[in-house]
């Protein structure tokens, strides 16, 4: 038997984000990669994996031929916004196992400039085929999902909308250091909950923003690390889970697929939720990471809007900083934005933050384990990823 190889990221990056309104999605994938490949070090004639998703008919065929690339390596899998996490777990096997030496995970969307050059509209549904059907007539959009989720939350453990603002009011004030994001400015409970109603209970700050940008990861082997211009970040541990396809087929409202994810994630790599500098979780909705801390362990089930109402969430001043650059609720949200949960994860690990640098003890020593947990659908899928350095 061939013994398994440590596999690290050794390079992260974005493409331009934001409002981009000169850039095709391919292009959008091929900075961020160039800009991967340069953060590393690395010869592109090393990369022999690839994987990608949501852009072109028969992905990642059609990217990996627009950077230039012939991989003997390749992973399509998508399963919505967790598709990230879930592609560095099958990455880091890949490599583990010896089918692959450099893999290179990218993603690029134009979809805020789409919309607003009337390319295409929003998104309300994902089809009417399939479980689907059975939804869509009743104008089941995918916001209203998760509205519904969230108010069973409050129902059945008194979860107010007050501590829901606070998700967003915690991920603005992380977005104010990072020059980066895209809204920056600081808001409070009052302005969210006075914000035109979208999907009961959710007014608009509840919700992710809408956003262009790309962003790319790329992992190896370990024999390739000590060649690499930045230390490595070591993948430790992963899990996957997929839930349900149509609400009817939900068990419980209030339980994510993280709950399963995380557990395997955190119990692959040997380490415990309390072990965590710092976590970056989708969050499309104010709903997904209260419910997503609460199904990682990170507090007890119904417990999550105690958790978050004291400012735990805060690089400065959180005893656990999540979403350090902003979120999707304020840094920035191209679509599966699960792939720039990992960049970020990286770069708190690395040391590079800048303001919104993570810091943990008396002494102000850089993060030692972090972890990025990705949610696809309306909860019906869960990546999660457990990083550490040293």
């Known amino acids: 038997m061939v013994a398994r190889r440590k596999v690290a990221v050794v390079g992260v990056a ?15 994938h091929a900075q961020a990669a160039r800009r991967a490949l340069a953060d590393a070090g690395l010869d592109r004639r090393l990369v022999d ?23 003997t390596w390749v992973d399509s899998t998508s399963v ?37 050059a009337g390319r295409r509209t929003a998104t309300l549904s994902f089809g009417t085929r399939g479980p689907l059907q059975f939804e869509v007539p009743y104008g089941h959009t995918l916001i209203a999902k998760y509205a519904m989720a969230a108010r069973r939350h409050m129902i059945e453990y008194g979860t107010t909308i007050e ?32 914000g035109p109603m979208i999907a009961d209970p959710f007014t608009k700050l509840h919700c992710c923003v809408r956003s262009d940008g790309g962003a790319a990861v790329l992992l190896a082997a370990e024999e390739y690390v000590r060649d690499c211009r930045r230390p490595p970040v ?45 976590a970056e979780i989708y969050d499309a909705f104010t709903y997904m990471t209260l419910v997503t801390l609460e199904d990682l362990g990170f507090c007890g089930k119904g417990e999550g809007g105690a958790f978050v109402e004291q400012g735990r969430l805060r690089v400065q001043s959180g005893d656990l900083p999540v979403n350090t650059d902003g979120g999707g ?30 810091r943990r003890g008396a002494d102000g020593a850089l993060p030692r384990l972090g972890v990025a947990s990705g949610t696809g659908g309306w909860f019906c899928s869960s990546g999660t990823v457990v990083l550490g350095v040293g």
Do not use: K
Request: net charge negative.
């Open 80 to 116: 919505g916004g967790s598709t990230w996490e879930v592609m560095a777990a099958h990455a880091a096997d890949a490599i583990a196992a010896g089918h692959a030496r450099v893999v290179l995970l990218a993603y690029g969307s134009t979809a805020r400039a789409d919309v607003r």
């Open 234 to 278: 070591w993948v430790l541990g992963s899990g996957e889970h997929v839930s349900h396809a149509a609400m009817s087929g939900w068990a419980d409202f209030t339980v994510s697929p993280a709950a399963v994810s995380g557990r395997l994630a955190f119990e692959r790599a040997g380490v415990r939720p309390d072990e965590m500098d710092f």
């Open 163 to 194: 501590q829901l603002a606070q998700v967003a009011v915690q991920a603005r004030a992380n977005a104010a250091l990072n020059p980066e994001a895209m809204f920056r400015t600081p808001v409070t409970v009052a302005e969210v909950l006075a």
């Open 14 to 28: 974005l493409s331009d984000c934001g409002r981009v309104d000169d850039a095709t999605p391919y292009a959008l």
């Open 329 to 358: 609720l304020s840094a920035q949200h191209p679509g599966m934005r699960g792939l720039f949960l990992l960049v970020e994860a990286v770069r708190q690990l690395r040391g590079e933050g800048g303001e919104r640098q993570v």
């Open 49 to 71: 994996g690839f994987a990608s998703a949501g852009l072109g008919t028969l992905a990642p065929v059609e990217v990996a031929e627009y950077l230039g690339l012939r991989p």
